[in-house]
């Protein structure tokens, strides 16, 4: 039996050769790029289609060998897709695991200024939030790991790259 990972989802057929847009995971696209075909969830019954040629730019899209005009594509729009575990690169701990030990940390802006503390994390499928209480207001931050600056965990702080104006939305 083949050991499966979903990576994302179909979106609508792109050109006049049947190509999709493909909704990957960002940690799933160089996985993606390794693999020579995808598992596409059809009824419940994962399907393989070998891909000829996947280019990654504003959008992903991806050539299945067999699907050559936009009306055999527009039959696998909105679908899960897998690839074989084999694929998948070592992921250290995941994002959303470390993420949660952020709750209770004093959050500093890049200027060093206390904004306020971490009092919950939200996870959304395809965004996690930073719920920030300060002395007037509660506000929900996005959190990337690009916006994090620096963590000092004995001291329970955490210093964000916080877009002026975001704290009083």
């Known amino acids: 039996m083949i050991d499966l990972v979903s990576i994302g989802y179909t979106g609508k057929p792109y050109g006049k050769d049947g ?9 799933y696209i160089d ?4 693999s020579n075909a995808v598992f596409i969830n059809l009824d419940g019954s994962k399907v393989p289609f070998i ?5 990654v730019g504003s959008h992903i899209l991806i050539q299945l060998d067999d699907i050559d005009n936009p009306q055999a594509a527009s039959e696998l729009v909105s679908k899960e897709i897998l690839i074989e575990s084999k694929f998948i690169s070592a992921q250290p701990e995941s994002e959303e695991a470390s993420v949660n ?3 209770g940390f004093k959050v500093y802006n890049q200027d060093k200024d206390y904004v306020g503390t971490i009092s ?3 996870q959304n499928p395809h965004q996690v939030l930073l719920e920030i209480n300060t002395f007037e207001t509660t506000f929900l931050m996005p959190f990337h790991s690009d916006l994090v600056i620096d ?15 975001l704290t009083s939305l």
């Open 19 to 27: 190509q999709l847009k493909l909704r990957v995971e960002d940690k």
């Open 151 to 165: 963590v000092d965990p004995m001291a329970g702080n955490i210093f964000l790259e916080i877009v002026d104006g």
């Open 31 to 34: 996985d993606l790029l390794k």
């Open 120 to 122: 919950d994390v939200i």
């Open 51 to 55: 891909h000829s040629k996947i280019s």
């Open 101 to 103: 030990d952020f709750i």
